[in-house]
């Protein structure tokens, strides 16, 4: 299995979420990935569940590409239930 941290695999949308102010804006798979699990500007327990299937749906579009539409929506629905987008 690839790094799932390294995959530049492009998901289906572009987010760009502000933190601090300051735009942040995720277009693959990795970097993705790394915003979830790494930062700290943003509470994650209240969403446990989604963001378990987030991270689990970015770490199979690290080994499968055609998996990146999956990773988009789990994203996509972390994201606006946690009011980032």
């Not at 994650?44 to 539409?69: C, P, Q, V």
Request: hydrophobic residues 45%.
């Amino acid at each position: 299995m690839p790094d799932p941290f390294a995959c530049e695999t492009p998901l289906a949308a572009t987010f760009t979420i502000r933190i601090d102010g300051h735009p942040l804006v995720l277009h693959n798979a990795g970097e993705t990935l790394h915003f979830i699990t790494d930062n700290r500007c943003v509470e994650w327990m209240e969403f446990y569940g989604l963001r378990k299937a987030a991270i689990g749906a970015l770490e199979a579009t690290a080994d499968n590409a055609m998996m990146s539409h999956q990773a988009t929506n789990a994203v996509r629905l972390l994201f606006s239930r946690a009011g980032l987008i």
